[in-house]
């Protein structure tokens, strides 16, 4: 059992809706996992459920395993060990998931005091340190300061910095790039880049977006509606996508290398999880689908080259190749 | 700093200035002082004495300018009815009319606020609700009404403590109680609904991502933030607890400010009534203003940022 954690069966309903349709899903220590897919595919509530840290009024069931033991069966307090320091979660929106009324500079020290044992001044040091890290300039002025005092960028840096600070094997990133400017975006994605390696972590990169994912992953997840459709390492998924949601949010991804051309957004929306179509969640949108597809609710099956695909009608090879390669090289 | 200050406390002096001469001006409008001190059967010449000696039948705009004169000499004038210093009256009431407020705060902080807080940690469950609907009654009722019912219960019907008076402090028990219940469903549904939204911010979904005990997500994360909104609920619950005072005074007939002002308003006393006033506008000023100076303490964001590089 080489993997670092192992999701199995993973299902959480909200009220009895059920939101995710049992998620089995594998980090190896060190590698970069993209999740991808449209916003309220349960990306989150994924990662959110394997920590424990959904409300109340969700139900989970299934298993993570961290290094072979069960977190759903972990005392409290072993959870808490976990979280951020074994599994840290960075989100969207820095500015609001940070606390608005203690110093950034603490809420950097208490995760060394929780998980490093550390405190005083070697736990204001090693914050210091991180923050210089992560790119925050004058870090000594700014230890001090409030959340409301950066801009989103540096908030962003300043959760990376909270979240490396408990030196954890896997950086769960939701969406860390969303509600910034393209430019910081860029930055950060270059910032998260270089710290897995120098910090030798897995990465798990959520994200909407297929083209920042392609970036900075080796291995992709593609979500869709409380499910995976399909699995596999990003330069082949790339090359040849087989799902047709895949090859939609290709479709979707402005091409800045290669000839313009127009950007075809999927029809229609996500379904709403409360009136789940029977088959196919993706059939309603799918240009492929046929009445099979409307009635069978496909499973997530190996392919060759180490790929999964949960689709009946796959999207057909030659034509694909030629466009693609067209396109992305 | 120093500005903010300035500026809070000349806003809070053409404040406390509107007040006074609203009620001069209505005081004397509604009533004259000589009718209603005197009474109806008094000779004229002795009512003439008593109007040339206040000067009642100046021009009210005189009387008026040489009342705010006398005013800013810090002579707060004497009480028509026998004369003593009015500022002498009511100080010598203060004691009473702390010894009831000062308990109700403090039971309203100390139940209130707690009781709010769980019921926002329990929420959806039979302790929420039963905090809810303990605190809706507590805040509905009018005071005079629970302070009746209080007697009721606990004076006639149980016999357990008197219903009036002051000559004990198990006489303070009664006015305590009826000047707090009010208070304490407040600042418990507020400080719920405060909770509630703070423990459902992203920061908090933070802090526990780190591995903070949920305890302490509670206490250094959550605690801190509800803080805000509840500091301002409880300036304004200074400003009640002074009105509760008229009432609950007079209920009990416990001889504080309260029930000084009660008479004062009706004998047309004015300079008493208008020492009471300046006082309960300088208790409310400074309420104020502590409450605007805790918000910069608690929340940074409030303060002036000093420039970022
Ligand atoms: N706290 C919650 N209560 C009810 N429904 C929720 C909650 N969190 C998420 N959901 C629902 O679960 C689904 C997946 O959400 P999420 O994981 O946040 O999507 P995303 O892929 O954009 O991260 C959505 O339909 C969302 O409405
Ligand atoms: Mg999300």
Redesign the pocket.
Known sequence: MNNLVEIRDLR?S??G?P??HGIDLDVAPGEALGLV??????????W?AALGL??G??DVSGSVRLRGRNLAAARRLALERVRGGQIAMIFQDPSSALNPVMRVGKQITEVLRLHRGLVGASAKNEALRMMDLVGIPDARNRFGRYIHEFSGGQAQRLMIAMALAGEPDVLIA??PTTALDATIQAQILDLLVDLRHEMSMATVF?S?DLAAVAQICERVCV?YA?KIVEEGPVRHLFDRPYHPYTRGLFDAIPSLTGPRRRLVPIPGA?P??RYMPSGCAFALRCDRARDFCKQHRPELLPQPGGRQLACAYPVPEARDILHHQEEYQ | MLRFVTIRLLRAGLTVLSVMTFAFVVLRMSGDPAQVLLGPDVPQNIVQDFRDRWGLDDPIWRQYLSYLRAMLQGDFGLSMRDRSPAIDLVVERIPATLQLTIPALILQLALGIPAGIYAALKRGTLADRGVIVMAIIGFTVPSFVMGLLLVLVFAVVLGALPSGGASSWQHAILPVLTMSIGGIGVLARFSRSAMIEVMGQPYIRTASAKGVRWSDVVRKHALPNAAVPIVTIVGFMVGSLIAGAIIVETIFSWPGMGRLLIVSVTNRDLAVVQCILLLVAAVMVVSNLTVDLLYGWIDPRLRQAPPTH
């Not at chain 1, 897919?37 to 994924?46: P, Q």
């Open positions: 959480v909200f009220d809706v939101v995710l897919g449209e916003s309220g595919c349960g990306k989150s509530v994924t959110l959904l409300p009024k969700a939701d969406e959520i909407h979500m409380g996500v709403d999880p």
